[in-house]
C-alpha cells in the first residue's frame, strides 16, 4: 500500500473512531460550502490536509480526527497544540456549535485554571495575565461561534456563563441569557438566569425587580430559593412598600 492510500486508510478509520459527543455533533452537523472557510479570519486558516478535505468532501471526516487529536492534546495539558488544532475543527466545521462551546471551555476553563496553578511561574500577576488570555480566547470562539451559528441557543447560554463565572460581565450575561431564551432549543432557566443578572447590574434594579417579580406571579415552578433571594433584596434596594413584598417564607 502506498504511503499516501495509508494515510487515507487512517483517516477513514479515526473517521468511525466516535466519541461520546459524536452523536451530537451528528445532529448539529450542517452542509457548508468553500465559502464558510473563505470568509474566516486569516489565521483560522487550517493546513493543507484541512484544506484539501474542504474541497474534497472530507471536511467532516478531518475534522473529527483533529477533535480527537485536540482530546489527546488536551490530556497531555498542551494547551497551544489544543488551541491550534480546535481552531482548525471550528474552521472546518464552522456550523457545528458543539465545538465551539468545547474549545472555549477548554480555554475559559482548563487551560485558564492550569495558567493559574502553573508551579513553573512564581509570579502572580504573570499567572493572572496567562489567565485572562484564556478567558479571552475562550470568549473569541463563542463569538465567533455565534457568528456562525446565530440561531444556537447552546453558544448564547454557554458566552452567558463564561460572562458570569469568568469576567464578571452581568450586564453581557444577561443580554446573552435573555437572546438564548427565544431561541429554538433554550433551556426554561433562561428567562431566571437572565433576571438573575440583571439584578446585579448597578442602575437596572428596578428592571430586573419587575422581571422578577413577573416570574415569580407566574405560580410555585419559579419560586426557587436564588429567585426569592434576589427579589428580597431588591424590595430593600427599591424600598417597596411592606404590602407588595413577597412573604418571607413560602409555604
Given amino acids: 500500500m502506498s504511503r499516501i492510500a495509508f494515510a487515507f486508510a487512517m483517516l477513514l478509520v479515526f473517521g468511525v473512531m466516535k466519541l461520546p459527543a459524536e452523536h451530537a455533533i451528528a445532529l448539529q452537523r450542517r452542509s457548508v460550502d468553500v465559502r464558510d472557510i473563505a470568509n474566516l479570519d486569516l489565521r483560522e486558516k487550517v493546513g493543507q490536509l484541512g484544506f484539501v478535505a474542504a474541497l474534497s468532501g472530507f471536511r467532516a471526516v478531518v475534522a473529527d480526527f483533529l477533535f480527537i487529536q485536540a ?19 471550528t474552521t472546518l466545521q464552522p456550523h457545528v456549535p458543539l465545538f465551539w462551546d468545547i474549545a472555549a471551555w477548554h480555554m475559559a476553563w482548563n487551560a485558564s485554571s492550569a495558567a493559574m496553578n502553573d508551579s513553573s511561574q512564581l509570579r502572580l500577576a504573570l ?12 470568549k473569541d470562539f463563542l463569538e465567533r461561534g455565534i457568528k456562525n451559528n446565530p440561531d444556537s441557543a447552546q453558544l448564547y447560554e454557554a458566552l452567558a456563563r463564561l460572562c458570569h463565572d469568568k469576567l464578571n460581565d452581568h450586564a453581557r ?36 425587580y419587575e ?25 430593600e434596594k427599591l424600598t417597596i412598600p411592606p404590602e407588595q413584598r413577597i412573604p418571607d417564607r413560602e409555604n
Fill in 173 to 208: 450575561a444577561f443580554e446573552c441569557y435573555a437572546k438564548a431564551a427565544i431561541l429554538p432549543g433554550a433551556h426554561a432557566y433562561d428567562r431566571r438566569f437572565a433576571a438573575y443578572e440583571l439584578s446585579y447590574c448597578d442602575g437596572r434594579e428596578r428592571e430586573a
Fill in 127 to 138: 499567572r493572572v495575565k496567562a489567565q485572562r488570555e484564556y478567558f479571552a480566547l475562550g
Fill in 71 to 89: 482530546y489527546v492534546a488536551w490530556e497531555r495539558t498542551e494547551w497551544g497544540r489544543v488551541l491550534l488544532l480546535l481552531r482548525q475543527v
Fill in 211 to 235: 422581571k422578577l417579580r413577573a416570574l415569580y406571579d407566574e405560580g410555585e415552578n419559579e419560586r426557587l430559593p436564588t429567585l426569592l433571594k434576589r427579589l428580597k433584596f431588591l424590595e
